[in-house]
């Protein structure tokens, strides 16, 4: 007993000791991050120095053919494999395609075979690389049963009228065809049905309309055989009355809400993939043609030139578009031809081709990317720059000809080597160098810190790249399109509050710098993960790096003003030391009536206090104040989640001198009025 009290008054000692030691050791490091602003930062504005001008076509969208980026994203068809190409099962059904009432029993009177003998022919005279195929279904005799084929989830509304339609070649066939929309699943309620009558002979194509009476995310579409004798089927279709010529109203509306300046498409890698013949003409005698970049899926040519340049229209975006380099078969020729056809006359041939499909005039697309990635040796046509600058020559020589107004896009990288040897061999007809960013759990290496930190890296990338341009080049205006950059993160981070952090502060870096004149994240519409439009067959939701880039989007101004921010600081692990939490950008509109200030926070811990001081300039006494938040920073959106991370606004007390509260990892822009 006596020997155990000074024991625990040791040990009390102790602790006593290490807490004034962690009470002394946390005080300095307080006092050490307040005295450099801890919880507390300054943004100073100087309006009367302009230090840069921010370029009106900074913020544009990037879509790709990528799994369901186009098909199922951006196209509104609701009917997969709609010309039966993929390849069928045991009983003759190619893929999405099933027996219908269902499989239970054997069904002697209906027989399937897929045909790649008879099909609806296209009107292909490029590089056809696959058997064409359509489904054959004989009927040996009528007795009234229910028998045909079936494609399930399809997405209905209640009350929009669906509009069909397909193509049939029969010989000898006598009854009636019915096609529905039904529930999914065996004598499910049907929604709506309609019937086709006098089919006979060659092809020919068969309309319908359909307005279900209830809604169902995952109905089924049927066709049904009531009759005997043989028939071909091909082309089906199956659109909702609200698409916007073949796009979907719903991820029509998003696209339109980001306000991109451009659009890029058709990649990405499948441009080395891609030829663009594939893509016009009339939508049934085009080519499905086999993915090679992404799974080999089955890729329908619905969305093609055309459909393309009409969508970018009706948004507001100028088109972009990729040109394949010696992929897959593609030429200086092909490439030159594509121009024309989107830009020239009517007099030329591929002017008057465009013409006959329906546009008269002009597309007048002014950038050209020459070659996707050529660096990587997962792209076709691969190859090192100095071959690749010299074929960028020849396909710059063979444009240009065709058309010496367009803007030239040439494949860059972050390898300095690279951009060197591009630039003296191609320097001279290089309006706009590319390169791509992506950065994630490999790069960070364990500290999410480095995240937060490495879009300054490459702000201080594009200054060595400016100095190369000067050097190499001196008096070409070039400059940088950044247009593809993401995080690379799992799911759900790759949803999450965190990478809209990254992203916010990338797009600080880019307007902050002169050089980068394009950027568009990666993608628009699905594709990955980091698709920022999220849209399944049934739905849509909006990731946190949506939420960046229309915010961003709809605050663009035209001037830079000088700004200098003082603000505590994070070492990270490999991104450097010192790392400014706040970020900000502060411009101005071409009025001169609004500023914007685009402020980020990336500190995950602490909302900082921030006074703003604005020189030179009369300000309204009221700002507003819009922020991207979410509880957490793991926050993230999904479809069961759409709003953990959201945009909230509120009215500030500003004028020339005030104080904000930024919340902990939060991404804001404040709106300031011009007074007299």
């Given at each position: ?19 004034i030691c962690g009470i002394c050791i946390n005080a300095s490091a307080w006092c050490a991050q307040a005295s450099s602003g801890a919880s507390t930062a300054r943004v100073t504005i100087d309006a009367s120095k302009v230090e840069g001008h921010i370029s009106p076509m900074l913020y544009g969208q990037f879509d790709e053919f990528m799994f369901e980026a186009v098909k199922g994203g951006v196209a509104a068809e609701l009917l997969r ?478 001037q830079r003003l000088a700004a200098r921010v003082e603000s505590p600081t994070f070492d990270t692990s490999r991104e450097g030391k010192g790392i400014p939490y706040l970020d900000a950008v502060v411009t101005r509109t071409q009025d001169g009536k609004q500023i914007f200030i685009k402020i980020v926070n990336t500190d995950a811990q602490r909302p900082i206090r921030t006074d703003v001081r604005v020189n030179g300039v009369n300000l ?57």
């Amino acid at each position: 007993m006596h020997t155990e009290i000074p024991w625990r008054m040791a040990v009390l000692r102790r602790w006593i000791f290490l807490l004034i030691c962690g009470i002394c050791i946390n005080a300095s490091a307080w006092c050490a991050q307040a005295s450099s602003g801890a919880s507390t930062a300054r943004v100073t504005i100087d309006a009367s120095k302009v230090e840069g001008h921010i370029s009106p076509m900074l913020y544009g969208q990037f879509d790709e053919f990528m799994f369901e980026a186009v098909k199922g994203g951006v196209a509104a068809e609701l009917l997969r494999d709609r010309d039966f190409e993929a390849a069928p099962n045991a009983i003759g059904l190619p893929r999405y395609w099933d027996r219908d009432p269902d499989d239970r029993n054997d069904d002697p009177a209906l027989h399937f075979h897929w045909d790649d003998s008879v099909y609806y022919p296209s009107a292909q005279e490029f590089i056809n690389e696959q058997t064409e195929h359509s489904l054959r279904a004989d009927l040996t005799h009528d007795d009234g049963q229910r028998r045909g084929i079936r494609q399930g989830d399809i997405p209905i509304r209640q009350g929009i009228t669906y509009k069909g339609y397909l193509w049939l070649k029969t010989t000898g066939f006598s009854g009636h065809i019915t096609v529905a929309l039904e529930a999914d699943w065996t004598s499910g309620q049907t929604y709506a049905a309609a019937e086709i009558n006098n089919v006979a002979g060659d092809w020919k194509r068969y309309e319908f309309t359909l307005t279900p009476t209830h809604a169902d995310p995952l109905a089924k579409f049927v066709v049904l055989f009531y009759g005997r004798g043989r028939l071909w089927l091909d082309k089906l279709s199956l659109l909702p009355g609200d698409a916007f010529d073949g796009v979907r109203a719903d991820v029509f509306q998003k696209v339109k809400e980001l306000h991109p300046a451009f659009i890029r498409w058709p990649g990405g890698n499948v441009a080395q993939d891609y030829h663009w013949k594939w893509g016009i003409g009339p939508r049934d005698q085009r080519y499905t043609w086999t993915n090679l970049s992404w799974g080999n899926e089955p890729e329908p040519s619905d969305f093609g030139t055309d459909e393309f340049f009409h969508f970018c229209r009706r948004v507001g975006a100028e088109p972009s578009i990729t040109l394949n380099v010696e992929g897959r078969g593609a030429t200086a020729e092909e490439a030159a031809a594509w121009v024309e056809y989107t830009n020239g006359p009517l007099s030329s041939h591929f002017g008057a081709l465009r013409a006959a499909n329906g546009s008269a005039e002009p597309f007048h697309v002014k950038y050209w990317e020459i070659g996707n990635e050529i660096w990587g040796t997962w792209v076709r046509a691969h190859s090192d720059a100095d071959t690749y600058a010299r074929n960028y020559n020849r396909y710059a020589a063979a444009i240009l000809a065709v058309d010496p107004s367009v803007r030239l896009a040439a494949v860059g990288d972050n390898d300095m080597n690279w951009n060197r040897t591009v630039l003296q061999i191609a320097g001279p007809h290089i309006d706009y160098l590319v390169i791509h960013h992506y950065y994630g759990d490999a790069e960070m290496q364990g500290d999410p810190l480095n995240l937060m930190a490495r879009p300054l890296a490459y702000e201080r990338f594009y200054q060595q790249v400016s100095k190369l341009i000067h050097e190499i080049v001196p008096g070409r205006d070039i400059r940088l399109d950044i247009n593809e950059w993401n995080t690379s993160l799992p799911l759900p981070r790759q949803h999450s509050m965190e990478s809209a952090l990254y992203a916010a502060r990338l797009m600080n870096v880019f307007e902050r710098t002169d050089l980068v004149a394009m950027s568009a994240v990666s993608d628009m519409v699905n594709g990955w993960s980091g698709g920022v439009i999220q849209a399944s067959r049934h739905d849509v939701f909006l990731t946190p790096t949506y939420l960046v880039n229309a915010l961003y989007g709809t605050h663009l101004g035209t001037q830079r003003l000088a700004a200098r921010v003082e603000s505590p600081t994070f070492d990270t692990s490999r991104e450097g030391k010192g790392i400014p939490y706040l970020d900000a950008v502060v411009t101005r509109t071409q009025d001169g009536k609004q500023i914007f200030i685009k402020i980020v926070n990336t500190d995950a811990q602490r909302p900082i206090r921030t006074d703003v001081r604005v020189n030179g300039v009369n300000l309204d006494p009221h700002a507003l104040l819009e922020t991207i938040n979410a509880d957490s920073m793991t926050a993230a959106n999904s479809f069961a989640t759409p709003n953990a991370v959201s945009l909230q606004k509120k009215t500030l007390e500003a004028g020339t001198s005030f104080a904000v509260e930024l919340p902990k990892h939060s991404v804001s822009v404040i709106t300031l009025a011009v007074g007299p």
